[in-house]
């Protein structure tokens, strides 16, 4: 499973409104409860936090990667976002992030968690992808450039 194989761009959201790490997750997962059923909002919301409490997902170069398994949700989903100016989510290289793909599976999805993580970072690698996103002023857009 690819990032293309389940990006939907009823989960993106672009810009992003919030300006900490707690309220961006919050934002992200509000687009996938507002978008799709989900059983549980605030069990959602308590996994990804777990999640990130163990360290965080802000990888390097403005990319953001918080995720989760959780019975919340009944198949893979990645909520896409990018804020206008980075963010602090405690990022790899202590630069502020921009580029969020908050990554939920069921617990019984887990190969196909993994694969859609490393997928994000294979897509995410190249710095003229991350220049065009950070352009990027629509959900179409972005769908564009990730199907290119």
Request: charged content about 25%.
């Amino acid at each position: 499973m690819t990032l293309t194989d389940v990006l939907d761009r009823d989960l993106m959201k672009i810009p992003l409104q919030s300006t900490t790490k707690h309220a961006l997750i919050e934002e992200l997962v509000d687009v996938l409860v507002h978008t799709r059923h989900v059983k549980n909002r605030e069990e959602l919301l308590s996994a990804v936090l777990s999640r990130e409490a163990l360290g965080s997902t802000g990888l390097a170069d403005g990319i953001a990667i918080p995720h989760a398994k959780t019975t919340a949700v009944d198949t893979v989903s990645v909520v896409m976002g990018i804020t206008r100016e980075p963010i602090d989510f405690d990022a790899q290289d202590g630069k502020g992030s921009q580029f969020f793909f908050l990554v939920l599976a069921p617990e019984h999805e887990a190969s196909a968690h993994i694969e859609v993580l490393a997928s994000i970072a294979r897509a995410t690698a190249s710095p003229a992808l991350r220049r065009l996103l950070a352009a990027s002023h629509s959900a179409d857009e972005v769908m564009r450039l990730f199907l290119d």
